[in-house]
């Protein structure tokens, strides 16, 4: 039921009440048009191919208003790493000097010739065969258009703004945040957002449990009432092992963009849970939570994440490289040191990053990739934290490590407000839902 409500939701939500009163409307003319002639009784009806004025009449009005179809034809080229515009014209057999024209009409505002692999640019050609138009298309919402008129190119930028829809979607996890985030119709891009949100509170490899849940609210982009791309989450709870992270999405007055609770505390913290791409290791995902195999073993003092060898293993937080090399059965190891108290370690590298001892890495850069060097079964990454000396969870630790972020005393009025909204909009999808459950359970 809950899918229905769902499904329901998403046929019901994205169509403002206008765009269907005007299709009713439309309807509803079209159905009195076809029925005038029989109510009117003056028809002839032993005709076999019996006209119908008015209607012919409306098609005849419609052609009126239609727009007159562009008379030029278009050709569309695919950037393909290492194309550019000049290759585009070479294969479209356009002469050099259009090329020359056009790139002369280039200015620090819009720019026709920087491309980029997987863009499409469009010839539009008159039906002389004559260049009339190029658009190097950006997104679905901005185009690079050049035109020709009179013989000269002028360039300019074209924006179309998209039409958002804000949406809900909740979901009980049973075996995997990727299943039930599908269940509840939400793209895989927006569910990899969502673990990247609450990447710094929640292990999304070894802390996701059966019964764990989420409601979250997104945008989602459409033109002409065409869904085109989901937008921003702009709200969300996690209910983890019974407890609640809330997440807002939030831009300050600098204009800054991030993630708070509710009570305007980053949920980008000084360290990542899981400190290694949780995008790659996804489709492994419900099974090592079926196989506990990995986790936190004792006496061993670390956690082990499987992951495909090759997996980029990140920074957990800004710090210092202290070790770089092979450590006993250890294998290929980085240790790092995040100020004078948290030291955290990765073993079994295949390989490292770029970054070398002594240097300094930001939070999320790669220092390696997962391997099985040194004494290792299969590839994996093993991960300490040390914090005083002391081997420790991270997540128990978790509230006595420093914030990354907390909004500014003169920010919390404001974010306050716009919080307020959004989470009282997850409360009511989550009691809406509960509502629509009992009156099924208990009709
Ligand atoms: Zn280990």
Redesign the pocket.
């Known amino acids: 039921m809950r899918n229905l409500i769902n499904r329901l939701d998403a046929i019901c939500h994205p169509f403002p009440g206008i765009h269907v009163l005007v299709l009713v409307g439309s309807l509803l003319f079209i159905s009195a048009l076809v029925a005038w002639p029989a109510v009117g009784g003056t028809a002839d009806r032993t005709g076999g191919s019996m006209p119908i004025p008015a209607l012919s009449m409306w098609t005849e009005r419609t052609k009126d208003h239609v727009e007159p179809k562009p008379r030029f034809e278009t050709r569309t080229e695919r950037v393909q790493e290492g194309d550019s515009l000049s290759r585009l014209f070479s294969r479209q057999n356009l002469e050099t000097q259009v090329l020359h024209s056009l790139t002369q009409a280039e200015n620090s505002q819009a720019q026709i010739s920087q491309l980029k692999p997987g863009q499409s640019v469009e010839f539009r050609y008159n039906s002389d065969n004559t260049l009339k138009e190029l658009a190097v298309v950006h997104s679905p919402f901005h185009q690079t258009i050049a035109a020709q008129s009179d013989g000269s190119w002028t360039i300019s930028q074209r924006y179309r703004e998209a039409e958002i829809y804000i949406e809900h979607a909740r979901a009980t996890i049973d075996s995997s945040l990727f299943l039930a985030g599908a269940h509840a119709g939400l793209s895989d891009n927006l569910i990899m957002e969502l673990a990247d949100i609450y990447g710094h509170v929640i292990d999304f490899v070894h802390e996701i449990r059966k019964g764990d849940q989420f409601v979250v609210t997104f945008e989602k982009r459409y033109l002409d009432g065409e869904f085109v791309e989901y937008g921003n989450i702009l709200a969300a709870e996690f209910i983890n092992s019974g407890e609640s992270f809330i997440a807002v999405r939030y831009e300050d007055i600098k204009g800054d963009i991030g993630y708070y609770d509710q009570n305007g505390v980053s949920l980008r913290k000084a360290f990542l849970r899981a400190p290694l791409n949780f995008r790659r290791i996804s489709s492994n995902f419900s099974h090592s939570r079926k196989h506990p195999v990995t986790g936190v073993r004792r006496p ?1 003092r ?1 956690t ?1 994440y499987a992951a495909p060898t090759g997996t980029p293993v990140y920074a957990a937080g800004d710090g210092k490289i202290v070790h770089r090399g092979t450590k006993g059965g250890y294998g290929k190891t980085i240790v790092m040191k995040h100020g004078s108290s948290v030291t955290t370690l990765y ?1 079994h590298l295949s390989r490292y990053g770029k970054f070398r001892t002594g240097q300094k890495v930001k939070q999320r850069q790669v220092i390696g990739y997962v391997g099985s060097t040194g004494l290792s079964t299969g590839p ?1 990454l ?1 991960y300490e934290f040390i914090f005083n000396g002391v081997h420790r969870n991270p997540r128990t630790i978790l509230n006595k490590l420093p914030k990354a972020k907390s909004l500014p005393k003169s920010e919390i009025a404001r974010y306050r407000r716009i919080a307020g909204t959004l989470i009282a909009s997850l409360d009511a999808q989550r009691s809406h839902d509960e509502l629509a459950f009992q009156s099924i359970t208990n009709p």
């Open positions: 061993h670390g082990d073993a994996h093993h």
